[in-house]
């Protein structure tokens, strides 16, 4: 992997005898190297090593990540009552045709549009939020061990 991806990469193996697997190994990537040699001398090209900085990788890697979908904001004004259930009922053909075409990305931001607009309808808060956690639990400290059926454990005799 990396050693082919340097002109000067080397390869070491420790072992104490070479066996039968690892003399297959090497004589198959001895096969690849000089195909591969073969190859390049028929079009002309010249190895070299690969630089990039680490920034340019995360910053190409990251921007393949997210998903970027547009959010029809027309007409969001005049959807009440029975225009936004109507509305409501439009997208969800929308997005089970945008499933059955395994357009999965389209029927999913349809989905999280459809559960927008009913959390809005009910008058819901958008993100749902949790009351922070307050003190420390004492499971696993001297004293609080458990088994099982909610019986406490007792000494002998006692």
Sequence with gaps: GRAARNV????????????????????????????????????????????????????????QDGVTVEIDAEGQNNLVGHNLRAYIEELEKKMRAAAADLEFEEAGRLRDEIRRLEADELGLPGEPSHAPRVGRSNEGKPGTRKTRYGKTQRKWGR
Excluded: C, W
């Design 8 to 63: 000067d990469g080397r390869v070491i193996l420790y072992a104490d005898r070479v066996t039968g697997s690892m003399e297959r190994a090497m004589a198959e990537t001895d096969r690849r190297r000089a195909k591969q040699e073969e190859f390049n001398a028929e079009h002309g090209i010249t190895p070299q090593t690969i630089k990039r900085r680490i920034a340019d990788i995360v910053a190409h890697t990251a921007s």
